[in-house]
């Protein structure tokens, strides 16, 4: 996958995408990142890529122009035609649904916004707007790497064991079973015994038994849409109603 961004900021990237998984999945090319710099689609001597908002108030806007020429540049660059998305709390939530659905194109061009957000005429390049959460960043290279990172690790050979991606929260619309690892006793609290038994089926009905409960305790609102047996649902219907 190729990923460009385009950003205003482009030094705050390098550190992250260097780093770890995602420096790894670059290295060995599952995943190539390209970094804009929106000033270099400027025309004016103090490369201005914001300005004042027409009828007042506070904060700038992002100009449309230099968006539009950035745009135009980096999608004719490249033989796949992206799909364009742009940073912004306005956008629809990221999930791993949708996640999962972005990890299997081949190419995408990410737009980060900054000051009092995007002129509203740059919203019609956009395939997606796309909000990492109900609250606002200064600005949108944040979301652009949350985007990246939780994109890159669904792609084929960027994880190590490919099962960690599939049981992992949200994949199977619950939450993760609670997880150990050495010493089995600490601090008074001893590690299930059963995790401890070798036993990999009941390990491993343990373990959905305690999404089910876990999801149910923090997060009654992704049980409704949980793929559940019936029996697991009535166990879920009571840890909600709290006599589980
Ligand atoms: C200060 S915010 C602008 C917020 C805008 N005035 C509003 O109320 O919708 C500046 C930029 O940060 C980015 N940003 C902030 N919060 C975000 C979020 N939750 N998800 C995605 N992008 C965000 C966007 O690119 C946005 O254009």
Redesign the pocket.
């Known amino acids: 996958m190729r990923v460009d961004i385009i950003s205003i900021l482009p030094e705050i990237f390098a550190s992250v995408l260097d780093a770890s998984i995602i420096g790894r999945a670059r290295s060995s090319g599952a995943l190539e990142v390209v970094v804009h710099d929106l000033r270099m689609w400027t025309d004016d001597r103090h490369r201005t890529t914001d300005d004042q908002p027409f009828g007042g108030g506070p904060?700038m806007v992002?100009k449309a122009e230099p968006v539009y020429r950035a745009l135009d540049a980096v999608c004719a660059n490249g033989a796949q035609q992206p799909t364009v998305v742009?940073?912004?709390?306005?956008?629809v939530p990221?999930t791993q649904d949708l996640v999962r659905e972005l990890s299997a194109l081949p190419r995408l061009v990410l737009?980060?916004?900054?000051?009092?957000?995007?002129d509203d005429r740059i919203l019609v390049r956009a395939d997606l707007e796309?909000?990492?959460?109900?609250?606002?960043?200064?600005?949108?290279?944040?979301?652009?790497l949350v985007l990246t990172d939780s994109v890159a690790r669904l792609l084929p050979g960027v994880l190590g064991d490919e099962d960690s991606a599939f049981e992992e929260s949200f994949s199977q619309g619950l939450l993760e079973y609670p997880q150990y690892t050495r010493p089995a006793s600490f601090a008074g609290m001893d590690v299930p015994e059963v995790l401890l038994s070798g036993d990999h089926a009941r390990i491993a009905a343990w373990r959905r038994r305690e999404a089910v409960r876990r999801t149910a305790e923090r997060r009654p609102d992704l049980i409704a849409r949980a793929d559940l047996t019936q029996d697991e649902r009535v166990f879920a219907r009571r840890i909600m109603e709290g006599s589980g």
């Open positions: 904060g992002m742009l940073l912004t709390p306005q956008g990221l737009v980060c916004g900054r000051y009092e957000g995007f796309l909000s990492i959460g109900d609250y606002v960043l200064t600005g949108g290279e944040l979301p652009a």
